[in-house]
């Protein structure tokens, strides 16, 4: 009896130990798995082209006051069950006017809808002419909705979109009622998870009045969201030119352009296998004079030539820098029937990199900067063109060439303004403190990153690509993950240099060897010992020199800085004190002009531009307070110290002039009595 007891427990141990082994194992397989990233294609971007009016297509507008409607956040899709978008949203709900182009969250009062998570709604009425309707085609396209959007057209689906700061569009031909009014909806979803592009984490937390549901992200900036930019509708031919993709060469000196094209059509003729489509494409000077002409070959592509061509030059470096040529590009059917017309700016430029060098139509460029944030008081990201003419005409008086567009894409708009002022843009997708990598994740990243890129290609201004900032590069993954992001961006561009803003140390930094230029971001003094000016100069000249000791490639300096509340003086100088934001910049500026002499550092770039809003913090006073101008964008005394160190590198790199403003008389130093003038004393 005691024996077949013995039998049977030994056989249930061994049943255990079996099954616990199966546990461990599945488990083991399922991270294993988890850790499997595959390369997988994503679906590519068609169209896009900025919306433009010509003697083929009309625009019209949609921006303006719209109808909105905040949904619970308890029962964010009760507006797609309830059919909201099938009337009015004023029969569904209450409806607060709002701006379009805008974000939401801070144009009332009403801190639930600042902090609002989840999904709000949009409508608003408008009219289409009775002649949209002969023989042509109407398009919707939207600049940008953060994060997600869903839209209808008179109570029809129309399109939907996943990613904020990038455009999408749709064609509507068949949704309109021609000669009579219109109802477009919009319901957009600000909720970030984990396979968003930005990453964030959706939890409910108790309160007083029950449950509240909180969004977690890791990045410093306050998650706005809402219709961002324009809202268009345009018109096409049946047969249009849909894509233009343009690159573009200097030969002999500078002196001979090039510009390669390639143009893509859509529509019934393009189908047609007998009715073969040509472009013709002329260029213009900015005087209006044709310099260039061609007729495409069958696959509607070609190349122009330029004689005594004017490259398109960075700001400070040339006399008449973002110089534009204006490319007119016409469709024709085989028996010249003209089809469609589209314009656009072209610069005429080169660009090259080697392991220690960045150029520029054969020029060395030391990049001057910023990173930025498209942010200001009311109207949070919406696009707003007087704050832009502003910005610009404030990185001018400062002397910077470059930007970044951190942490996302910016506006077209100011893409195109770029262009026109030669200011240098290394261009970011929104991936912002990647991590937790997975398969869901990389497909939206790679998404984004193609998004960006089929935008951005023609512009000039753009010189970089940059693929995340600050993304958790030291974690298992990322070494795979950032490989297939960083070789998928090279074959969508290749003329371009690729390189990611990294924050984690190099010592455990994965992703740099799959990079062009290696940006890195540190706050020396701020983050890390805190105050000690006196522990900066020479931690970055070593941060730097391992960097490019590691992977042999070209280095700059993507942030660095410290929170200074305008106003505040404390002498000696302390943290928050606008002596301190002065001091600090000094320090940096030693450890810079060290390492320039080891001509691989290729540039500095101040965090940031302006103050900005950020979620609420004990670490954060009305939001991060870094900027050299405040949100207002009045500068701060840093401001002045910077423009003279950026007009004095460009006086010694591009041999650019001084402005008149640019010192302060304090005193004539050749006048006579017991004033020295030797050297020493300057």
């Known amino acids: 009896m005691q024996l077949r007891i013995r039998l049977t427990c030994r056989k249930f141990e061994i049943w255990a130990l079996w099954l616990f082994s199966l546990v461990i194992g599945l488990y083991i397989l399922n991270f294993t798995l988890a850790l499997i990233i595959l390369n997988k294609d994503v679906k590519t971007t068609r169209g896009m082209l900025y919306p433009r009016e010509s003697e083929t297509r009309e625009v019209r507008s949609l921006d303006g006051i719209w109808n909105f409607v905040c949904s619970d956040e308890a029962n964010p899709t009760q507006g797609i069950r309830d059919n909201w978008f099938s009337n009015d949203l004023s029969k569904s709900r209450p409806v607060i006017p709002m701006p379009v182009p805008a974000s939401y969250n801070d144009i009332t009062t009403e801190q639930a809808l600042r902090d609002h998570v989840g999904t709000v709604w949009y409508d608003r009425k408008f009219f289409v002419p009775r002649s949209w309707a002969k023989d042509q085609r109407v398009w919707l396209r939207f600049g940008s909705v953060h994060y997600e959007a869903f839209v209808w057209i008179n109570g029809e689906s129309a399109v939907k979109h996943e990613m904020g700061h990038l455009p999408f569009e749709t064609e509507v031909t068949?949704?309109?009622?021609?000669?009579?009014?219109?109802?477009?909806?919009?319901?957009?979803?600000?909720?970030?998870?984990?396979?968003?592009?930005?990453?964030?984490?959706?939890?409910?937390?108790?309160?007083?009045?029950?449950?509240?549901?909180?969004?977690?992200?890791?990045?410093?900036?306050?998650?706005?969201?809402?219709?961002?930019?324009?809202?268009?509708?345009?018109?096409?031919?049946k047969t249009f030119i849909e894509e233009v993709e343009i690159q573009t060469k200097l030969t002999d000196n500078n002196s001979v352009g090039y510009v390669d094209y390639s143009v893509v059509v859509n529509g019934t003729a393009a189908n047609e296998a007998d009715n073969s489509l040509y472009v013709r494409l002329q260029?213009?000077?900015?005087?209006?004079?044709?310099?260039?002409?061609?007729?495409?070959?069958?696959?509607?592509?070609?190349?122009?030539?330029?004689?005594?061509?004017?490259?398109?030059?960075?700001?400070?470096?040339?006399?008449?820098?973002?110089?534009?040529?204006?490319?007119?590009?016409?469709?024709?059917?085989?028996?010249?029937?003209?089809?469609?017309?589209?314009?656009?700016?072209?610069?005429?430029?080169?660009?090259?990199?080697?392991?220690?060098?960045?150029?520029?139509?054969?020029?060395?460029?030391?990049?001057?900067?910023?990173?930025?944030?498209?942010?200001?008081?009311?109207?949070?990201?919406?696009?707003?063109?007087?704050?832009?003419?502003?910005?610009?005409?404030?990185i001018k008086w400062i002397g910077a060439n470059a930007y970044r567009t951190s942490h996302y894409p910016y506006s077209e708009e100011s893409m195109q303004f770029a262009d026109r002022h030669g200011i240098m843009i290394i261009d970011e997708c929104p991936s912002v403190d990647t991590e937790n990598y997975n398969q869901a994740?990389?497909?939206?990243?790679?998404?984004?990153?193609?998004?960006?890129?089929?935008?951005?290609?023609?512009?000039?201004?753009?010189?970089?690509?940059?693929?995340?900032?600050?993304?958790?590069?030291g974690q298992l993954n990322a070494d795979t993950y950032f490989q297939f992001v960083a070789n998928y961006t090279r074959s969508l561009d290749s003329s371009r240099p690729v390189t990611a803003a990294i924050a984690t140390p190099w010592t455990d930094d994965k992703a740099g060897k799959y990079l062009d230029i290696i940006s890195f971001n540190r706050y020396n003094a701020?983050?890390?010992?805190?105050?000690?000016?006196?522990?900066?100069?020479?931690?970055?000249?070593d941060e730097a020199t391992?960097?490019?000791?590691?992977?042999?490639?070209?280095?700059?300096?993507?942030?660095?800085?410290?929170?200074?509340?305008?106003?505040?003086?404390?002498?000696?100088?302390?943290?928050?004190?606008?002596?301190?934001?002065?001091?600090?910049?000094?320090?940096?500026?030693?450890?810079?002009?060290?390492?320039r002499r080891k001509k691989w550092f290729i540039g500095e770039f101040v965090w940031n531009f302006a103050d900005f809003k950020t979620p609420q913090s004990y670490t954060r006073v009305g939001g991060n307070k870094k900027g050299i101008f405040t949100r207002a964008r009045q500068p701060k005394a840093a401001a002045h110290l910077l423009r003279q160190r950026y007009f004095a590198l460009g006086r010694e790199v591009d041999q650019c002039n001084l402005p008149e403003d640019l010192f302060t008389y304090i005193v004539d130093m050749s006048m006579g009595g017991n004033i020295k003038n030797d050297s020493s004393d300057l």
């Open 174 to 237: 068949h949704l309109l009622k021609y000669g009579a009014e219109n109802r477009i909806t919009v319901m957009c979803d600000n909720a970030l998870i984990q396979t968003t592009v930005p990453q964030g984490k959706i939890s409910e937390v108790a309160n007083d009045g029950g449950v509240a549901i909180i969004q977690s992200y890791t990045f410093d900036f306050f998650n706005y969201a809402g219709i961002h930019r324009s809202v268009h509708l345009y018109t096409t031919p």
């Open 283 to 394: 260029l213009y000077n900015r005087e209006g004079e044709l310099v260039a002409n061609s007729t495409s070959d069958s696959k509607l592509s070609g190349s122009l030539k330029i004689q005594n061509a004017n490259p398109w030059w960075p700001y400070l470096m040339h006399s008449d820098p973002g110089y534009l040529y204006e490319l007119e590009i016409k469709l024709h059917a085989a028996n010249e029937q003209l089809l469609d017309v589209y314009r656009l700016s072209v610069g005429l430029r080169s660009l090259s990199w080697t392991n220690t060098t960045f150029l520029i139509n054969g020029k060395p460029i030391y990049f001057r900067g910023f990173g930025r944030h498209e942010d200001a008081d009311v109207r949070g990201k919406g696009l707003d063109n007087a704050l832009m003419v502003r910005d610009f005409n404030l």
């Open 526 to 541: 701020w983050y890390s010992n805190t105050g000690r000016v006196d522990m900066v100069t020479q931690r970055v000249i």
């Open 546 to 595: 391992a960097w490019h000791k590691k992977y042999g490639k070209p280095v700059l300096m993507a942030e660095y800085g410290a929170d200074t509340l305008e106003g505040l003086h404390l002498q000696p100088s302390y943290v928050w004190s606008e002596e301190f934001q002065t001091e600090l910049f000094s320090k940096h500026f030693k450890a810079f002009d060290a390492l």
């Open 441 to 473: 994740l990389l497909g939206k990243h790679k998404s984004s990153i193609e998004q960006l890129i089929h935008r951005d290609r023609n512009h000039p201004s753009v010189v970089m690509w940059s693929i995340a900032n600050e993304p958790r590069t």
